[in-house]
């Protein structure tokens, strides 16, 4: 019965521990993602250019630059 008290505690300690870690994460990963977004948009979009479709050219560029690189062009 003690070992069974013990372990519903130890339940409730873990769900409210991984509970908060996740709030902070989401936080954070969030935060970044902002500051993220407002970089891509002052220093890296086009004329008239979404911030999603400058991430998209952006990846896509990097995707072209590394297939050149792996056939050895420039």
């Not at 086009?46 to 896509?60: H, I, P, S």
């Amino acid at each position: 019965m003690a070992k069974s008290k013990l372990v519903k505690a130890n339940k409730k300690i873990e769900e409210k521990v991984v509970g908060g870690y996740k709030k902070i994460e989401g936080g954070v990963v969030g935060g970044f993602n902002n500051i993220a977004d407002k970089f891509v948009d002052n220093f890296l979009t086009k004329e008239g250019e979404t911030v999603k479709a400058a991430r998209d050219r952006l990846a896509q560029e990097k995707k072209e630059r590394e297939v050149r690189r792996k056939a050895g062009l420039k």
